[in-house]
């Protein structure tokens, strides 16, 4: 099966869990910390640890070092994640979202440096009109007035550079040894960074509120939404195996215009839970981004 196939399956599942965090976020958790929200994503991969060592009980045959670094990796995408809400806490998805593209050229420098990759000038481009394709795609022309925020560009390059540190660390181990040991200790990873977050006070007593108060939610939807999170990972983090890291990297940015897809059908059949702007201008502006990201993969495939 082609790469291509797992590296869609992150913006794809990804896309779908966006919308289903905007229910969960104006429903139950408007008023809450993004920290403690973080929480039930590392709660995904405690979850998944005796899973993954009932079936591969060899994750526990690496050596010390390789498990320290495998869960720095994990921390790193747990980190990234924070970056990331904090920056959408104080900004529009339209605005953060642009800054996100810095990933792959990020993925690009530190995979040349550590696993050797190159790119051809044919591949190059493709990442590029990708890149150029989400940029666009939330791009909104009603923003005319141009304010360079020091905050949130910090906020979205450290993110951005952690996401590409982390997943070239994943890249390294998951060819050296194997993908479901590297998938184990990165999880292990985030459980960790989970567990820091509940060892201050404040978080923890939150926590276990909201636990209180959306046990239903919690259980039903939330955890539907963390395994479609968890698909989305796992397919991402699969393809790295076989494609340059930039260039996946570059394809799971396109989550934007699988939102906007999203959103048109939630529109059409389920106009009660959310609405996306059809107009003539947004419709046109859409129809450029897919026309650049559809090029850029047939240079990259």
Not at 2 to 17: E, V, Y
Not at 91 to 120: C, H, M, N, R, T
Not at 207 to 234: D, Q, R, V, Y
Request: proline share 3%; with cysteine.
């Amino acid at each position: 099966m082609s790469w291509i196939f797992f590296a869609f399956s992150g913006p794809i599942l990804w896309a779908a869990s966006t919308h289903i965090d905007k229910y969960l976020v104006e429903r139950y958790f408007k008023y809450s910390h993004m920290e403690v929200l973080m929480v039930f994503t590392a709660l995904i991969g405690v979850i998944m640890l005796p899973i993954i060592w009932f079936f591969k009980p060899q994750v526990l045959s690496v050596s010390a070092f390789s498990i320290l670094i495998m869960i720095i990796s994990g921390i790193l995408y747990m980190g990234a994640l924070l970056f990331y809400m904090k920056a959408i806490q104080t900004q529009e998805a339209s605005v953060v979202a642009p800054l996100f593209q810095a990933a792959p050229i990020f993925g690009f420098g530190l995979a040349y440096i550590f696993l050797g990759e190159k790119l051809s000038i044919t591949q190059l481009t493709g990442v590029l009109l990708i890149i150029c394709g989400s940029i666009y795609l939330s791009f909104r022309p009603s923003h005319k007035k141009l304010h360079f925020d020091k905050r949130l560009a910090s906020l979205m390059l450290m993110c951005a550079f952690f996401i590409a540190l982390s997943s070239v660390i994943f890249k390294f181990f998951a060819i050296r040894d194997e993908y479901w040991t590297t998938t184990f200790w990165t999880y292990a990873g985030e459980a960790i960074f989970g567990v820091i977050i509940l060892m201050w006070p404040p978080y923890f007593r939150e926590f276990i509120n909201i636990f209180k108060i959306n046990t239903k939610a919690l259980l039903g939807l939330n955890g539907a939404n963390e395994l479609i999170n968890l698909g989305g990972g796992l397919g991402f983090r699969y393809a790295l195996i076989f494609a340059p890291l930039s260039a996946v990297q570059a394809i799971s940015n396109t989550t934007t215009l699988f939102v906007f897809i999203f959103g048109i059908i939630i529109t059409r059949f389920f106009p009660a839970l959310g609405r996306e702007d059809l107009s003539k201008q947004n419709l046109v502006r859409k129809g450029i981004s897919i026309l650049l990201i559809g090029l850029g993969l047939s240079l990259l495939y």
